[in-house]
């Protein structure tokens, strides 16, 4: 047999005894991020199982036991399956509270699956004692097994395993009986594309081989520009330029979408720099930030290092966020960070106004903003009642007053602006004026 991890299983057992900041407890729990590590550089893997086993219904028994208990009954649990694991000749992995993941060497699958339900029937009759009370509780489960057999022609990612297994582990329930299935998707020719994307793009990141491309944002009035957005483009080798539709979920997954958005503000701040240096006149760029980063302790600080490296103005630099993730995750943090962006001059755009469920005027009461991506779906149509229209158009004059600039988004044809310019808003982007281009387009056009 192959081992799955160059050292071998025993060398992965004792890689946790010899470094205990990677247990979650003295059970001797690996982490999720232990077993990525362990399983990214395999190139063989045979005669090798990965089940993920989810304690059921763990918000309902917390509600009965509270958390202090429900953390013991977890603990007893999750020592049973590392007793399992290692009786094996493998290893168990924290994957949160109530999943845990096993990886072992098998012989037989029959052999297996019917060894790992005799485990299962073990853990559904736990009880334990707290002072004098003895309690028990028949507890379910739900597994899902997949059986690494793979040759040096196709070895999938282990995070695209994962996720898929937690996915079809979610499709499969979390209820009053204990459940489980083999998985089979890594026969699935789309996953085997969906796998063959995520390396391309990991390569690809490696290769730096994401760029920024610009579409202008016109003043309707003047048809001049006003403003640029940068998009990020794949310039894949073989498949030419792509859009974020065929790579941003991957990058999301892969966590890169971090990294992406301070490498894109970088870019900008390097090509403003450029220009201010060969004396040109620019517009400001519009850069977009994931809600992810908004999250990070250390994004506020990389990206004043950033602006402040390139010593430019940000009156120049406009960083844009989705109006869902400022609508429902409002804090006094969030508005912490807009406030000391907009301190150092950097203005606030507010994308997607009113293309969703989250859409609140009210917000512009309280946090500042500086320009507002409109989507076209605002703006009424023909058979619009009056009542529709009055408010459109007291909208854009609010926004005027309060000093919002307002930009229609996916301004196609004269139709279009027409409309956007009917209801008062100030500037467009889209087809109708200039598609997404290089830099070396873009500086024709602006300079």
């Known amino acids: 047999m192959i081992n799955f991890f160059k050292s071998g299983m025993a060398d992965r057992q004792k890689s946790v005894k010899d470094n205990p900041g990677s247990t979650e407890d003295p059970q001797l729990l690996g982490s999720r991020d232990l077993l990525e590590k362990e399983y990214s550089d395999a190139d063989v893997i045979t005669n090798e ?15 009965i036991f509270g958390m202090e208990m ?24 924290s994957l949160q509270m109530d999943l845990i993941a096993v990886v072992t060497p098998y012989g037989e699958r029959d052999t297996f699956l019917e060894g790992l339900q005799e485990q299962v029937k073990k853990m559904e009759e736990v009880n334990f004692r707290d002072e004098d ?44 009986s204990t459940r489980g299935e083999v998985y089979n998707g890594a026969g699935d020719p789309n996953w ?12 690809g990141w490696e290769n730096r081989e994401f760029i920024p491309y610009y579409q202008l944002i016109y003043e309707l009035k003047t048809s001049t520009p006003v403003g640029a957005e940068l998009l990020t483009r794949w310039n894949h ?20 979408i971090l990294n992406l958005d301070l490498y894109m503000l970088e870019e900008a701040c390097k090509k403003i720099k450029n220009w201010i240096e060969e004396e040109l006149v620019t517009v400001p760029i519009t850069v977009n930030i994931s809600k992810l980063n908004l999250h990070r302790e250390d994004f506020l600080p990389k990206v004043l290092d950033i602006v402040k490296r390139y010593d430019i103005p940000g009156v120049l630099l406009i960083l844009e966020i989705e109006e869902s993730i400022i609508v429902t995750e409002l804090d006094s943090e969030l508005i912490h960070t807009i406030n000391e962006l907009r301190d150092y001059g950097i203005q606030i755009s507010m994308d997607k106004f009113a293309a969703t469920e989250y859409s609140s005027l009210n917000v512009l009461r309280y946090v500042p903003i500086d320009m507002i991506k409109v989507n076209p779906s605002f703006f009424p149509g023909e058979d619009a009642d009056r009542r529709e229209k009055i408010f459109v158009r007291n909208v854009f004059r609010m926004l005027r007053d309060l000093g919002i600039r ?10 279009d602006i027409a409309k956007f310019e009917k209801y008062g808003c100030e500037c467009a982007q889209g087809f109708y004026y200039s598609k997404p281009m290089c830099d070396e387009e873009f500086e024709k056009i602006i300079f």
């Open 49 to 63: 199982v990965l089940a993920i086993i989810q304690l059921n219904r763990f918000n309902h028994l917390n509600t």
């Open 133 to 176: 009370i003895v309690y028990s509780n028949h507890y379910t489960f739900t597994y899902i097994v997949y059986f690494l057999d793979f040759d040096k022609s196709y070895v999938p990612d282990i995070k695209l395993i994962l996720d898929n297994m937690l996915l079809k582990l979610k499709q499969i329930g979390n209820g009053n």
């Open 406 to 415: 307002a930009v229609a988004e996916r301004a196609e044809t004269k139709d």
């Open 237 to 256: 080798p073989e498949r030419g330029i792509l859009t974020p539709n065929e790579f941003l979920s991957v990058l999301e997954k892969q966590g890169l």
């Open 70 to 93: 429900i953390e013991t009954i977890v603990k007893i649990i999750s020592g049973l399956i590392v007793e399992y694991a290692e009786r094996l000749g493998g290893k168990a992995y």
């Open 192 to 203: 085997r594309l969906l796998d063959s994307l995520s390396r391309e793009v990991k390569r």
